[in-house]
């Protein structure tokens, strides 16, 4: 078994900052890809940034320059940094992590989610 879990998510005003964490944990032999995406309501589920496990990172057009992906390899985490939130950025956000489990299969997980509301 596989579990990420999530974290960070809360209420914040216009122009706030929030730091989302995601931990991947249980039956892990290795994890590549990790990344956060997230699903307004009435919307599809989409990509805010994924990095791999080099560092390469990669950005939705409308998170560039306002929000930093980053990861802690000896962790299994992934971290997201929010600033300058809008209103728009509101949205239920979902941890993804690619890992190589103990059946020696990759297989993309899923957290369950923590909610960001951008509100004044």
């Known amino acids: 078994q596989v579990q990420l879990v999530e974290s960070g998510g809360g209420l914040v005003q216009p122009e706030g900052s929030l730091r989302l964490s995601c931990v991947a944990s249980?039956?892990?032999?290795?994890?590549?890809?990790m990344g956060w995406y997230r699903q307004a309501p009435g919307k599809q589920r989409k990509l805010v940034a994924t990095?791999?496990?080099?560092?390469?990172?990669n950005y939705a057009d409308s998170v560039k320059g306002r929000f930093t992906i980053s990861r802690d390899n000896a962790k299994n985490t992934v971290y997201l940094q929010m600033n300058s939130l809008k209103p728009e950025d509101t949205a239920v956000y979902y941890c993804n992590a690619r890992v190589l489990n103990e059946q020696r299969l990759w297989y993309d997980y899923w957290g369950q989610g923590t909610q960001v509301t951008v509100s004044s």
């Open positions: 249980g039956s892990i032999i290795s994890v590549a890809a």
């Open positions: 990095i791999t496990r080099t560092g390469s990172t």
